[in-house]
Nanobody
Framework: QVQLVESGGGLVQAGGSLRLSCVASGRTFSSYAAGWFRQAPGKERKFVAA????????YYADSVKGRFTISRDNAKNTMYLQMNSLKPEDTAVYHCAAKGRPDGSSYYYYVSEYDHWGQGTQVTVSS
């Protein structure tokens, strides 16, 4: 089992930046593919970005492409989400997720594919 804890959320004005972190404990994080999802009030959880276990493949939702960057440092058991040019519609609780036994350099973008989830960190973007 791996435990995930997110941090780095907060209140920021439109156009600003935030960097989210997801620290893994309990198992070797490098054996997991990982991703970020977000959930706005009253909405379903949606895919944001994903990264392979080696960090050599990434994938983004169209809504964040060019603005967000996902990365990981397996030596630190940590994954990051750099968020630039933030918009009010980016407001949500951001969750990190991990998938065990990934295939090669694959990334995953369905909620149902992930085995482990963090509690989330709130990101609020004011206009």
């Amino acid at each position: 089992q791996v435990q995930l804890v997110e941090s780095g959320g907060g209140l920021v004005q439109a156009g600003g930046s935030l960097r989210l972190s997801c620290v893994a404990s309990g198992r070797t994080f490098s054996s997991y593919a990982a991703g970020w999802f977000r959930q706005a009030p009253g909405k379903e959880r949606k895919f944001v970005a994903a990264i392979s276990w080696r960090g050599d493949s990434t994938y983004y939702a169209d809504s964040v492409k060019g603005r967000f960057t996902i990365s990981r440092d397996n030596a630190k058991n940590t994954m990051y989400l750099q968020m630039n040019s933030l918009k009010p519609e980016d407001t949500a609780v951001y969750h990190c997720a991990a998938k065990g036994r990934p295939d090669g350099s694959s990334y995953y973008y369905y909620v149902s594919e992930y085995d482990h989830w963090g509690q989330g960190t709130q990101v609020t973007v004011s206009s």
